[in-house]
């Protein structure tokens, strides 16, 4: 392996692996990077060769937390397929520098991650309706009620069928799997013609109301800046009404249909 010297003259500088934050796309994330570090003075250098695994492992990272499938996945689950990167490409009907690209790092577009997925088979469909969580009845009931403080009114009343609280919901499971690559419930929503709707919401509005929050996996600091940041983006029940039904990934869905966490970067109402 090449020898780099500290520029400030302290004689070679050693590898190590440097935990970094980042943000990447609006989005915060964290990774690994191989750089060279004076074990006097501290400072880190890299290479061109540690530039490109950097990138990688920086667009690696982002895609995990948005959602998309990563370099590496890509690249094992072509392989695992049995496909070179021009039959992908062929399958794929994009030019073989495409996949080159996404498999050493360039992000590919949710519409390409979507093609990508398909000509893969790879099966992601429950984690891309659940938001990268298992469906949990005391978080939908915490989550509930931690909007209901928030908006200093109740959301599930007697008799009621969820068509406030779905949408509510619906948008911070959403704004959550944006964000932090995961929602807050694990719910899953159906494009209904009332709205994003709970999925099976009939069966599901005893046991959400005999839940208990405290059941539930506490909510992040994060998570719950989020859940504020619905309350006040929607205080009333007919903002958020009007808001989710503007919405063109519940708009362009037939009825009964499920939507996936994965277009919650096309929100326009947040
Ligand atoms: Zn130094």
């Known amino acids: 392996m090449k020898i780099i010297h500290c520029p400030k003259g302290h004689g070679p500088m050693a590898p190590k692996e440097v935990r970094k934050k980042k943000t990447f796309k609006g989005v915060d994330i964290e990774y690994k990077a191989d750089l060279f570090v004076c074990p006097v003075c501290g400072l880190e250098a890299g290479t061109v060769q540690t530039a490109g695994a950097v990138q990688c492992a920086i667009a690696d990272s982002y895609r995990e937390k948005v959602g998309l499938l990563t370099s590496r996945e890509i690249k094992s689950l072509r392989e695992t397929k049995g496909l070179t990167q021009n039959q992908l490409a062929d399958a794929m009907n994009v030019g073989i520098a495409s996949v080159k690209r996404w498999e ?17 088979e790879c099966n992601t469909h429950s984690d891309n309706y659940t938001g990268n969580r298992k469906m949990n009845l005391p978080r939908i009931k ?36 944006r964000h932090l690559g995961k929602g807050l419930t694990g719910a899953s929503y159906a494009a209904l013609p009332y709205g994003p709707q709970l999925n099976n919401y009939r069966d599901l509005v005893k046991p959400i109301k005999d839940a208990n929050g405290n059941d539930a996996e506490p909510l ?28 063109e990934i519940w708009k362009q869905l037939p009825t009964g249909a499920l939507i996936p966490y994965s277009r919650a970067g096309e929100l326009t109402g947040i």
Do not use: C
């Open 104 to 120: 050493t790092g360039l992000v590919q577009s949710k519409s390409m991650d979507q093609a990508l997925r398909i000509a893969l």
């Open 142 to 177: 915490l989550v509930a009620v931690t909007l209901e403080r928030k908006l200093g009114r109740r959301l599930l009343k007697v008799g009621d069928k969820f068509l406030f609280l779905a949408k509510y919901l619906w948008y911070a499971d959403m704004l959550a799997f």
């Open 220 to 247: 992040s600091d994060e998570e719950l800046r989020i859940i504020d940041k619905v309350a006040k983006r929607f205080p009333n029940d007919e903002d958020v009404y009007k808001a989710a039904h503007q919405e």
